[in-house]
């Protein structure tokens, strides 16, 4: 593929999701690293469709060929010396801030997973050694939850709202999140040998998984904002959880026939 096909394949998808991750983009295009550098110059500085944020995220502003509304100029103006001026460099316009997605309603494989008895593990162990005992346990489960490309909407205390189809869709959302779901429960072994070692305790999880329609958008007020799902999808994902054993997953009625029979699953 030439590079201006490419890009206006980038183009396309940055135009329809807002926002895109520079590791996204890489993993669906198969970039190398000059090649996505290329990519940034042209859209963020040549036709400034789009601005960086954070260094990892791409962010779409507008459309092609639309240009900045200049800034009116002071009243006075200011006189500088000659010296003062590097005239090779040019003066560009800061990049416009970027604008907030608008919600959207879509399909959501949603997991929720936490620990079983936390309160009476947390009573067994100083805070500190419980923060480090919790930590260890969030970290593992992400490494596991990033393999299948699910997303951590939120990080509850002790328990993990998961997404499968946000803010990246796959047409196997819910198979993954049960694999992300059953690798939860398989890492817990080496992580329990190291946590008997040091703390002296072992961990349990249950996980409950869920399909069905959301509304993904902005909420939140002040300082702290956040993109979540909102509607009965991740309710009823954390009721599912409630009743799974420890060591288990329980899957609804909805999201079986996704499965593509790939599991075995017991009523």
């Not at 962010?59 to 100029?73: C, E, N």
Request: hydrophobic residues 40%; aromatic residues 6%.
């Amino acid at each position: 593929m030439d590079f201006y096909s490419l890009l206006d394949d980038v183009l396309e998808l940055l135009r329809r999701r807002g926002r895109v991750t520079y590791r996204a983009l890489k993993r669906q295009f198969h970039l190398d690293d000059d090649i996505l550098d290329d990519l940034k110059e042209e859209l963020i500085k040549a036709q400034r469709v789009a601005v960086d944020e954070n260094s990892d995220v791409l962010v779409w502003v507008g459309d092609v060929g639309s240009t900045p509304t200049p800034t009116p100029p002071s009243p006075q103006s200011v006189q500088m010396p000659v010296a003062e001026v590097d005239r090779a460099a040019p003066i560009e316009p800061p990049p416009a801030a970027p604008r907030a997605p608008d919600a959207e309603r879509r399909q959501l494989t949603v997991l929720f997973c936490d620990l079983v008895d936390s309160t009476v593990l947390a009573s067994q162990l100083d805070p500190e050694d419980w923060r480090e005992v919790v930590r260890a346990y969030q970290e593992t489960c992400a490494k596991v939850i990033a393999r299948f490309e699910g997303h951590i909407a939120q990080y509850l205390g002790d328990g993990l709202l998961v997404y499968f189809g946000y803010p990246y869709a796959h047409e196997d959302d819910a198979p993954r999140a049960v694999r992300a779901g059953l690798g939860m429960v398989e890492a817990m072994g080496p992580l329990n040998a190291r946590l008997s070692q040091e703390h002296g305790v072992q961990l349990d999880v249950r996980l409950g998984i869920h399909t069905g329609q959301v509304v993904v958008g902005e909420i939140g007020g002040g300082a702290r904002h956040e993109q979540l799902a909102l509607g009965d999808t991740p309710n009823v994902a954390a009721r599912l959880h409630g009743m799974a054993a420890p060591h288990t997953v329980v899957t609804s009625a909805a999201t079986v026939p996704l499965l593509g029979g790939v599991f075995a699953c017991q009523s």
